[in-house]
């Protein structure tokens, strides 16, 4: 029997999940960007209409405890405000909103914004939410089937994530969409010492230096990535190069770290993985790739041409040179590639959210996907006629990216 059950993944990331029967609904199979969402079996009634009920139940209890704890830190806040009336020349250090995980760390210029933010439940938050991502990830490898309480944690640690992610991203911090702010080397030089702190393994005065040295090039390196770019760059471009920059900042960090504190920050059931992976630019292609299921190489070329002819509304007599370029973006892929992209973990959690985002892929074919993906843009912006319509709105769309899923 499935049970389905409302899961919500780093950055407000709302999927559904069939844990126990694995039924994995069928994505729109020539749909770029939009696809069907999963569908109850109507054998199952009754069935669906208990668990439908322990569900909702669930839920209720769920917002219950959030509400309480928002009411249990508005009387904190309160109660702050008040100690610091009676004692105030007692001013607390300046590293004391950062909890356990020591000052905050952040350039001038976001430096407000980062100071904002509440790292230790940040960090809390993550180091509770990596060990159940890896035992639901392990267990959808397996065929284990999962408790529904594991899934009600996910939502509930990935809450103060969630919270962090839209916070920075509202307040300005740059990024290719929420999880991109989420993943700043500013963001990350906090909640990587906030979450080791909160784990117990906390970075030594040695460690604290190299990391925020580590901010610091990294910092630099992105803001002239971000000033080097002219008008004409697509948005995928861009996207590549950050996930690419964030990418080498986090194994820098890690080097950086023991092996019992790269542990708690990438579990191995994770570690790689789109979406699972919060210390890597893992969650931002988790929300960029649009998935095309095909059954074989063969058949993966034209559902990509009709997904582009749909999408961007290319003309008939722009087929021809549609069909060019999806054919060379299948034949990129090689044969190791496409058998990633019908691993059991990948496939049936890309059925989670019915399609609307990438699953839990492994991230180096994900990554090549979406260069494959810049190049067919690139490709197509090249021979299509200067004036083609469907080349302009394909340059004006946002930083998505093809990604093969197999039936």
Request: glycine share 10%.
């Amino acid at each position: 029997m499935s049970v389905k059950t409302t899961v919500a993944i780093v950055a407000a990331c709302a999927v559904s999940a069939f844990l126990a029967g694995r039924h994995l609904a069928p994505a729109g199979e020539d749909a770029l960007l939009t696809v069907d969402a999963p569908s109850a079996r109507h054998d199952e009634g009754p069935a669906l209409d208990a668990r439908g009920a322990q569900l909702e139940k669930a839920r209720h209890e769920l917002k219950a405890a959030q509400e309480r704890n928002a009411k249990l830190e508005q009387d904190n806040e309160a109660l702050q405000k008040q100690l610091a009336a009676l004692i105030p020349d007692m001013a607390l250090p300046e590293g004391a909103a950062a909890g356990a995980g020591g000052s905050i760390y952040g350039p001038t210029k976001l430096r407000g914004v980062l100071e904002a933010q509440d790292w230790a439940s940040a960090g809390d938050a993550a180091r509770k939410l990596l060990p159940v991502l890896a035992e639901l990830t392990s267990a959808i490898g397996t065929g284990t089937d999962v408790d529904e309480s594991r899934m009600l944690d996910i939502a509930k640690h990935n809450g103060p994530l969630q919270t962090l992610a839209i916070g920075l991203a509202q307040d300005g911090v740059p990024g290719t969409g929420v999880n991109g702010s989420f993943t700043h080397p500013a963001a990350s030089v906090n909640l990587v010492r906030a979450t080791l702190a909160q784990a117990k393994v906390p970075l030594d005065d040695k460690q604290s230096a190299r990391l925020n040295d580590l901010g610091d090039r990294y910092l630099e390196e992105d803001a002239r990535r971000l000033a080097g770019y002219g008008d004409e760059v697509l948005a995928l471009q861009k996207a590549i190069d950050e996930g690419d920059l964030k990418d080498r900042f986090y194994a820098d960090v890690d080097a950086l770290l023991t092996q019992a504190q790269v542990e708690v920050l990438h579990p191995p059931a994770v570690k790689g993985r789109l979406g699972v992976d919060i210390f890597s630019s893992g969650v931002i292609w988790h929300t960029l790739g649009k998935m095309i299921r095909f059954e074989d190489r063969e058949d993966l070329a034209p559902r990509l041409a009709r997904a582009l002819m749909a999408e961007y509304k290319f003309t008939e007599s722009e087929a021809g040179i549609v069909s060019d370029a999806a054919a060379t973006w299948a034949n990129s892929f090689s044969e190791e590639d496409l058998a990633d992209f019908g691993e059991r973990v990948y496939v049936e959690s890309a059925g989670f959210s019915g399609g609307r985002v990438a699953g839990w892929a492994k991230l180096a074919p994900a990554r090549r996907a979406a260069g494959y993906t810049l190049v067919l843009k690139q490709t197509l912006s090249d021979r299509l006629p200067a004036g083609s319509e469907g080349a302009a709105r394909m340059r004006r769309s946002g930083p998505n990216f093809a990604m093969p899923l197999k039936k």
